[in-house]
């Protein structure tokens, strides 16, 4: 048996059997981990009732030779982030950023920038010092450069014309090609989106300069929702899934 220790966020707890909780556990040392929590349900106090879902924690966890099963067996809480489970709207934000790295990311590999951004957005949205729109635009910005799938919102992507060059106040998005393409170059097929120019310049603010600058840009409402039906779309068409907690998320924005 190998033991490894690490701080880790719960993307899912499901239950296993009477007894037992399965957790998706988005570690910093390892990426992320399938565990089991034997006994978690039987009795609070093997793990003290903290294995909730978003909670930061201290994992101590063993894994057999095959390295498939991982049992956890100690955790300690770090950041209990209990306003994030409490309010509707935050749950919703903080569960699709959960299954945006629960599909993205691959078991048993290391994701210590992901891990930090993750962490960085649930520890905003649960403080409330920093909207939550603005926080998953943050999010899927960054999330997207760490997948190596960064939009290209700097140039047309067929004759390389700047977005500073291009007259038109809107401009299309071709999602196959991955970045902004100027009227000139816009046929009549392919998936596409039109982005305001304001709504790309604040999404370049804020994929540039560090996390917490980057909280902190102002956006107008418009670009605000430009910017979020952009990368909500992207994203989607990136990962090739629809997710559930998008669609709950739509929902909650709706009323
Ligand atoms: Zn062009």
């Excluded at 993307?11 to 978690?40: P, Q, V």
């Excluded at 934000?93 to 299954?99: C, D, I």
Aim: proline share 1%.
């Amino acid at each position: 048996m190998k033991t490894f220790s690490s701080p880790a966020i719960v993307l899912r707890r499901i239950d296993y059997g009477d007894y037992d909780l399965i957790l998706t556990l988005f570690t910093m040392e390892r990426g992320k981990i399938a565990a089991i929590a034997k006994s978690a349900k039987k009795s609070t106090k093997r793990f003290g009732g903290i294995l909730e879902i978003f909670s930061v924690l201290d994992v101590v966890c063993s894994s057999g030779r095959g390295g498939n099963l991982v049992i956890l067996q100690e955790a300690d809480l770090i950041n209990c982030l209990a306003d994030i489970r409490t309010d509707f709207n935050k749950t919703a934000y903080a569960s699709y950023w959960s299954e945006i790295v629960n599909v993205w990311a691959e078991n048993d590999a290391k994701q210590e920038r992901l891990y930090r951004l993750l962490y960085y957005v649930l520890e905003q949205i649960d403080s409330g010092h920093v909207s939550a729109e603005i926080l998953s635009i943050l999010f899927q910005m960054r999330f997207a450069s760490i997948a190596g799938i960064c939009p290209n919102l700097v140039r047309c992507s067929m004759c390389q014309l700047a977005v500073d060059s291009i007259r038109e106040e809107h401009i299309s998005f071709d999602f196959q090609k991955g970045g902004v393409v100027c009227r000139k170059c816009t046929g009549n097929s392919g998936n596409r989106l039109s982005l305001s120019k304001g709504t790309i310049k604040q999404l370049l603010w804020v994929d540039s300069g560090d996390l917490k600058k980057a909280g902190k840009i102002r956006f107008t409402s418009l670009a605000l929702e430009g910017g979020l039906n952009f990368l909500e779309a992207f994203v989607t068409y990136n990962l090739g899934k629809e997710m559930q907690s998008l669609k709950i998320l739509r929902q909650i924005r709706k009323k």
